[in-house]
C-alpha cells in the first residue's frame, strides 16, 4: 500500500486520519502543513504569496522527495521527514525515527471540534546553534537549551523564527500560545490549540542568504523614514503642551540634532478617549506647525486600552469590538487613568476584528492626523491583561490560546492600512511587540519596560540582535534603561553614558526613561543635558557622532527595504566561516563597514574585541591597525565606545 502521491505540485502522504503536504514556497523554501482535521485548512498568517516556483517532486516505492532549489525534502512512508541540501544531501533538520508506541515527529491530542494541542519534534544536532526567535530577557544571543514561551509579554516578543548554524532557517507559521524546547535531546514546538502543523523552511549558502529568503516569504520593511534615522527626545511624560516645546526649544537654543520627540500617555482626557485634553493641549495644530518649522516630527502615544468610563466605551462594547473573556468576569488590566485618579478596570479593544481596527483608525485620523501627527507609538499592545490566562481570551479570529499571539501584528496592520489609506507613504510605528511578518508594516520595535542597570544593558545587545535575526530591522530601546534611574547617582550617570555610546550604534537612536523621582503622573528630567556637566559633553559628542552616520544608516535601511537584511547583527553574519565569530555575543556589526563592542560593565575602562578574520582592521579613535582573527585589548576610557572600521571602509564617525 502507498501512503504517498504528487498532487497539485505538492507532495502529499496520508496514513489513517493524518494529512500531510509539503509544497515550494518561494526560492530554496518550502512549506510543510499537516492535520488530523478533515481537510488542510488555507490560511496565510505569517507568510505571503510565495513567487512561482515549479519544484522537482519524485515518489518510489517506500519514499517521496521534493525539491525546491537548494532544499530538499524526503518522506518515508511511515511519515518520518528529513530535510536536506541539494545538491549534496547535508542534512538539515530531521524528525525523529519512528517507534513501535512512541509518537514520531508529529503528535495531536484533540480539544474539542477542529481544535488540537500539537508537537512538532526534531532530533537535535551536536554542536548546533540557534539564534532569532524574537527579543527575550535571558541575556543569551544562542537560544539552544532555552525554552522559549510562544507567548507575548511586556520585553518578551514571541517571534517564532529560528537561524541554525546548520545552514536553515524555520518559521513555525502559527499563532497559537506555546513554546519552543531546543534541548540537547531533540526540538520541540508546541501549540497549546491550533489546527494543523505550518511550518516554513528555507537555506541558503549563509546566514544573510537564509534572512532573504525569510523576509521574503513574510514582508520588508518599508524605507525607513530619513527623519527616523535621527534622535528622538522621550520622557515620561511631558503634562503639557508648553513644556514639549520648551524642551524641543532648548535643544535647537544648544544646536542639538534632534528628529523626534515624543507625547507619552495621560495626555488624554480618559484611557480609550483617542484624543488631546485641550486644557493642557490647546492647539495640537500650532504645536506641530512649529516642531516641524523645527525639523522635528510628533509621534504620540496611543494605547489599545480602553476605560469604561471613556467616551467610547458604550459603542465599542454593544458593536462587539473589544475582547472578551469565554467565562467568568470579563477581561481587564487594573490601571490607575488620568482624571480618575484611582485604578481601574481597562478593557482593550479586539485588533484581529477588521471593523474594530477600522473603528481605532477613525479616532486616530480625526484626532490626531487632523492636527498633522504621523508617527506613532503603541504601547501596551501584547495585550497587557493581567491576570493573563488565553485559554479565557475570544478573539474574532479565535480562542485565546490559537491566536493569542497574532494581537500586535493586526494592531499594526491597522495602522499600516489606515495610513496607506490616507496616502500616507513615511509611515512607522514604535511598538512593544510584534509578531512574524510585523515588519512589512513599518514596525519598529522596542525593547520593553526595561532597569537601569548595566545588567540590562549587557541583555539589550542579545536581545536587539535576535530580533534583527528575526526579520525586524527597526529595533532601539530606552536609552538609559525606564525604570528606577536617577539622574544625580554618579553610577546612573555612568551609564546613561555608556548607553548612549551604544544607542547611537542601534538602528534607531532614542532617549526614554521614567526618571527619579517619579511624582504627580511623571518622572524627573530626561534631556540630553540632565545628567551633570561631564555626561553631557560626551553625550553632545554621540549625538553628533549619530548625526554624520546618517547617511551611512540610510544605505543600509535601503538594503533592509530591499533585502531584508538587519542594519545590526552579530559578527557571523557577515563572517561565517570565522568559528569563533558564532561564539561572539556582545559585540557586533553595525552594517558591514563599522565593529562595535560596547562598554557593558560599571568601572570598566577597556575590554578584549574580538576581530574577525577574512578582513583587516582599523582602530577608529587611534587609527592602529590589526589583523583579523585575532583578539585584542581595547582602551575605553569613559569618552569612547571601542569600534573600528572594516578594511578600507571609513564611515564618517569622527567630526
Known amino acids: 500500500m502507498t501512503f504517498i ?90 524528525e525523529p525515527p519512528v517507534h513501535i508506541v512512541i509518537p514520531a515527529g508529529r503528535e495531536y491530542k484533540s480539544l474539542g471540534s477542529d481544535l488540537w494541542r500539537i508537537e512538532a519534534r526534531f532530533l537535535a544536532d551536536e554542536g548546533e546553534r540557534i539564534y532569532g526567535l524574537g527579543q527575550h530577557r535571558s541575556g543569551l544571543l544562542n537560544q539552544k537549551g ?93 503634562k503639557t503642551q508648553d513644556e514639549l516645546l520648551s524642551v524641543a526649544r532648548e535643544y535647537k537654543k544648544r544646536e542639538l540634532p534632534l528628529s523626534v520627540i515624543v507625547i507619552d500617555f495621560y495626555h488624554w482626557p480618559m484611557m480609550g478617549d483617542w484624543r488631546f485634553d485641550l486644557e493642557e493641549w490647546p492647539d495640537p495644530a500650532a504645536m506641530v506647525k512649529e516642531l516641524e518649522g523645527m525639523g522635528v516630527k510628533v509621534m504620540v502615544s496611543v494605547w489599545p486600552a480602553v476605560s469604561p468610563n471613556s467616551e467610547n466605551f458604550k459603542e465599542m462594547n454593544e458593536r462587539g469590538l473589544l475582547l472578551r473573556s469565554e467565562r467568568g468576569i470579563p477581561l481587564y488590566i487594573q490601571f490607575k487613568d488620568k482624571l480618575e485618579g484611582r485604578y481601574e478596570h481597562l478593557y482593550y479593544y479586539d485588533s484581529t476584528n477588521p471593523e474594530a481596527r477600522k473603528f481605532m483608525w477613525g479616532k486616530f485620523r480625526d484626532n490626531y492626523r487632523s492636527h498633522g501627527i504621523k508617527v506613532w507609538w503603541l504601547d501596551g499592545m501584547e495585550p497587557e491583561i493581567y491576570p493573563y490566562h488565553p485559554e479565557n481570551v475570544r478573539y474574532h479570529m479565535g480562542s485565546g490560546l490559537e491566536v493569542g499571539c497574532i494581537y500586535p501584528w493586526t494592531h499594526q496592520l491597522g495602522f499600516y492600512e489606515g495610513m496607506k489609506s490616507e496616502g500616507e507613504t513615511e509611515i512607522i510605528t514604535l511598538c512593544r511587540s510584534a509578531w512574524a511578518g510585523s515588519q512589512r508594516f513599518g514596525s519598529a520595535v522596542w525593547s520593553g519596560d526595561i532597569f537601569s542597570t548595566f545588567e540590562s544593558l549587557r541583555v539589550q545587545v542579545r536581545a536587539g540582535l535576535n530580533i534583527g535575526l528575526s526579520g525586524i530591522p527597526w529595533w532601539t530601546t ?68 549619530r548625526e554624520r552616520l546618517r547617511p551611512y544608516i540610510m544605505d543600509q535601511m535601503q538594503i533592509a527595504h530591499e533585502a531584508g537584511l538587519p542594519v545590526m547583527r552579530p559578527l557571523f553574519f557577515d563572517f561565517p566561516d570565522d568559528r569563533i565569530s558564532w561564539e561572539i555575543e556582545d559585540e557586533y556589526m553595525f552594517g558591514p563597514d563599522i565593529l562595535v563592542a560596547p562598554i557593558l560593565y560599571e568601572g570598566a575602562r577597556g575590554r578584549a574585541v574580538y576581530l574577525p578574520s577574512g578582513s583587516n582592521w582599523t582602530d577608529v579613535w587611534t587609527g592602529a591597525k590589526s589583523d583579523g582573527g585575532q583578539w585584542v585589548e581595547a582602551s575605553a576610557p569613559l569618552e569612547r565606545i571601542p569600534l573600528y572600521y572594516r578594511g578600507d571602509a571609513r564611515p564618517p564617525i569622527l567630526g
Not at 547611537?504 to 532614542?510: G, K, Q
Open 478 to 545: 530606552d536609552i538609559g534603561g525606564f525604570l528606577n534611574g536617577k539622574p544625580e547617582d554618579p553610577t546612573f550617570r555612568e551609564l546613561i553614558v555608556r548607553w548612549f555610546q551604544y544607542g547611537a550604534f542601534c538602528p534607531l537612536f532614542r532617549l526614554h526613561g521614567c526618571r527619579e523621582p517619579f511624582k504627580d503622573g511623571t518622572g524627573a528630567d530626561n534631556e540630553a543635558w540632565s545628567f551633570g556637566d561631564r555626561a553631557y559633553e560626551i553625550i553632545r559628542e554621540y549625538m553628533f557622532i
Open 146 to 238: 532555552c525554552v522559549i514561551p510562544l507567548e507575548q509579554r511586556n520585553s518578551e516578543i514571541a517571534i517564532p523564527f529560528a537561524l541554525s548554524n546548520r545552514g536553515y532557517g524555520f518559521l513555525w507559521n502559527n499563532p497559537a500560545i506555546g513554546r519552543v524546547e531546543l534541548g540537547a535531546n531533540g526540538t520541540r514546538w508546541v501549540a497549546e490549540a491550533c489546527r494543523q502543523v505550518d511550518y516554513f523552511i528555507t537555506t541558503g549558502d549563509n546566514p544573510a542568504e537564509i534572512l532573504e529568503r525569510y523576509t521574503c516569504a513574510t514582508g520588508r520593511p518599508p524605507m525607513l523614514p530619513h527623519f527616523a534615522s535621527g534622535f528622538w527626545q522621550c520622557k515620561l511624560r511631558y
Open 5 to 94: 502521491s504528487i498532487q497539485d505540485d505538492k507532495l502529499v502522504w496520508r496514513k489513517g486520519n493524518e494529512t500531510l503536504q509539503i509544497e515550494a514556497w518561494g526560492r530554496d523554501s518550502l512549506r510543510v502543513r499537516s492535520t488530523m482535521s478533515a481537510e488542510i485548512v488555507d490560511r496565510a498568517w505569517a507568510l505571503l504569496d510565495p513567487e512561482k516556483c515549479v519544484p522537482r517532486i519524485g515518489v518510489g516505492e517506500s519514499s517521496g522527495e521534493i525539491e525546491n532549489g537548494k532544499i530538499k525534502a524526503v518522506i518515508s512512508s511511515d511519515g518520518r521527514i528529513r530535510f536536506a541540501t541539494s545538491p549534496g544531501g547535508k542534512i538539515l533538520l530531521e
